[in-house]
């Protein structure tokens, strides 16, 4: 069955007899405006292909209907940002790290937001896709559609297949339009193109042995939609789609779960832990990505030995300044609102407090004094080839959405704010025995399967690159991207709580190193910070003994794959024609990092590991939901969710009955020899 959007198009020519009455599920009108929302992600860069779209790009004009939103003042701020020529026009890129792009971008937003019903929503996004560029609207016209009321429900492409140009290098791109132009992608059977990551194959630094996780098309996909679910120009009152609550917390904590499990596929290869980037020394860390963003211009290289210097945004001096400020702060335990209120640092909001300091977001308690840190340092090194736009160099991979995980500076970038996490964590009292043991609970045993590693090929759709003249055209393109991705064999970790009592209790499961890069033993303090979140879920007990098995499936930080935009396409017209039920939760994609991931790369002799274990009272219920972004900020126990290796603790003060270390291995296989590992 062809696997692209050719078939979906096909859909189209029998659309007037698909008015039959749908299965219970989604209904025919939710899943026609579905449709329509799917249509303005196909060939992003091309002009509009369906007859009833392109009619409303020509006839639709935002100005004769400003009396259709709630805020008619945020629309004619837009067409005034459109008339004086600020908003970038289709064709460019541009970068919420710029001021002006950024402001352009939430009024578009905010535009979008403020339409009175769907009818004048779609019109307006179908004009903006006709007149902006691409980067301002997928991002003003996704974040719309994951917080409107009549929106929020549907379920949206997967970011890789949207626009491939980000997620794939330039040689699988140019293959892809020389086969199309060929006349190559037209048959039955989807035209193959064979994708690498940078320098994996070949490497040429210690930094090509990791591209296969920084390049994971998966975990770029994640990182976009954090950008599109919780943008920072937004208070976390405004996240309404999944629950989200301590913001700052959880952004320090994505942070180091990023940095840790990085780490670990570091430490698969043997490559010492990330270092901090430096602002006073030339930066070392070169990338070329090899990328063609989406208007065709080639994703600038940065060359070894550049010295950070500022730019036409942010000074030094700024940058330099703002990080000061923090680490004044947290000595001094307190923070100021611009109401000169006081808030103490230390006590249980405080890594809360930090976090939205450090990324500046709208829950800042003083956006103006502190700046964001996180951006600042994303917008200097990201153009760091070109810091006063002298040159035109275009916007680097490091200044748009979802694809600084691909470079390797953005995890030293990481590094430096995860290194004041620790200068916090610092000033904190370190946990004793006291604080961690918690009586009438007992971990007695922890076990786990064998952890198999290897690399599966995953396959994409590619066509929505291309630009198809007519619907007709359209149909038959049948383009796939094929890649190894990181994988596992399923597996589970089980384990035995014994109780005093039935009660309700929250478990913690980390996977950590053993030992550094050098074959070091280490203590659990000089690790702790290198120690991944696998899973953490509340679970009843009963008095007396339990068993308790969790598969690698079922693992609260990870979610699986995307369905394809095929998939998603041909599901809604199923639904439209009555075929099938269409269910949101069989295609929405939970929010997580990619499962693959859920285990470094490990080696071919097993890479020693540590799987840690800590159960504690629960004292609220959780919601729900298996997604990353379930109800765990706060813990349902009242603590940070990476508690207890949040702070400092010696090993004999974390002796105690309900917390466990288990030594496990990784290890690696050729795909073809999974099968037959036991």
Do not use: C
Request: proline share 6%.
């Amino acid at each position: 069955m062809r696997t692209s959007l050719a078939v979906a198009f096909a859909l189209l020519a029998t659309l007037a007899a698909a008015r039959s009455p749908p299965h219970p599920g989604v209904g025919v009108e939710q899943l026609q405006r579905q449709r329509d929302v799917l249509k303005l992600y196909t060939y992003l860069d091309n002009e509009m292909l369906f007859d009833d779209v392109k009619e409303i790009a020509k006839t639709y004009k935002i100005e004769d209907n400003i009396s259709h939103f709630k805020d008619s003042e945020v629309v004619r701020k837009f067409l005034n940002y459109y008339k004086y020529k600020y908003v970038e026009p289709k064709g460019e890129v541009s970068s919420y790290l710029y001021s002006k792009d950024f402001k352009v971008t939430k009024t578009i937003y905010r535009m979008l937001l403020a339409a009175n019903d769907f009818e004048t929503f779609f019109k307006t996004a179908v004009w903006l896709r006709e007149h902006i560029s691409v980067s301002q609207f997928m991002y003003a016209y996704t974040a719309a559609l994951v917080r409107r009321d009549d929106t929020k429900d549907f379920v949206l492409p997967p970011p890789y297949e949207v626009l491939p140009q980000l997620f794939y290098k330039a040689d699988v791109i140019q293959e892809a339009y020389e086969a199309y132009f060929k006349g190559l992608t037209f048959g039955e059977k989807p035209y193959i193109v064979n994708a690498t990551y940078t320098g994996f194959t070949n490497p040429r630094n210690p930094e090509d042995l990791v591209s296969y996780f920084r390049e994971d098309v998966g975990l770029i996909s994640f990182f976009t939609m954090l950008h599109y679910e919780y943008p920072y120009f937004l208070s976390q009152s405004n996240f309404t789609r999944y629950p989200y609550k301590n913001r700052g917390e959880r952004f320090l904590f994505g942070l180091r779960q990023l940095i840790a499990r990085y780490d670990l596929e570091r430490l698969s290869n043997g490559l010492p832990d990330v270092e901090p980037v430096e602002f006073d020394h030339p930066v070392d860390t070169g990338y070329y990505p090899k990328m063609r963003l989406h208007n065709g211009v080639e994703a600038p290289m940065r060359a070894e030995g550049l010295m950070p210097q500022g730019s036409d945004i942010w000074t030094m001096e700024q940058i330099k300044a703002i990080e000061s400020r923090l680490f004044k702060t947290i000595d001094f335990g307190s923070i100021f609102d611009e109401e000169m209120k006081r808030y103490s640092l230390y006590d249980r909001n405080g890594m809360d407090l930090l976090g939205n300091l450090i990324e500046g977001n709208y829950d800042s308690i003083n956006r103006n004094f502190y700046g964001s840190f996180y951006r600042a340092m994303l917008s200097i090194f990201g153009h760091i080839a070109d810091p006063n736009h002298e040159y035109g160099i275009p916007h680097s991979i490091l200044e748009q959405v979802g694809t600084v995980v691909k470079d390797p500076l953005f995890f030293r970038i990481v590094r430096r704010i995860v290194d004041m996490v620790e200068h916090y964590a610092d000033r904190l009292p370190r946990y004793t025995r006291h604080d961690l043991e918690f009586e009438g609970l007992e971990l007695s045993k922890v076990s786990a399967d064998k952890m198999v590693t290897y690399f599966d090929d995953f396959e994409t759709g590619l066509g929505n690159i291309m630009k198809p003249r007519t619907t007709e055209e359209a149909m038959k393109i049948n383009i796939m991207a094929r890649q190894p991705r990181l994988a596992h064999k399923p597996f589970s970790y089980h384990l035995t709580v014994k109780s005093n009592k039935e009660q309700n209790v929250f478990v913690r499961t980390f996977l950590g190193p053993r030992m550094d890069y050098l074959g070091r033993e280490l203590h659990l303090d000089e690790r702790r910070m290198d120690f991944v979140l696998l899973d953490a879920f509340e679970y009843k007990v009963g008095a007396g003994e339990t068993a308790i098995e969790r598969n690698s499936e079922a693992f609260s930080m990870f979610g699986p794959s995307y369905p394809s935009f095929y998939d998603i396409w041909m599901a809604t017209e199923k639904g439209i024609k009555g075929e099938k039920p269409f269910y949101v939760q069989e295609y929405r994609h939970s929010m997580g990092y990619p499962q693959g991931l859920a285990l470094p790369r490990g080696t071919r002799s097993g890479l020693p590991l540590t799987l840690f274990v800590f159960v504690t009272p629960a004292t609220r219920t959780t919601s729900t939901t298996s997604d990353y972004f379930q109800d765990l900020f706060p813990a349902p126990d009242d603590h940070t969710i990476t508690y207890p290796l949040d702070r400092h603790v010696y090993d004999f003060d974390i002796d105690v009955p309900n917390a466990r270390f288990e030594d496990v291995v990784v290890v690696h296989r050729n795909k073809e020899d999974v099968a037959n590992t036991v």
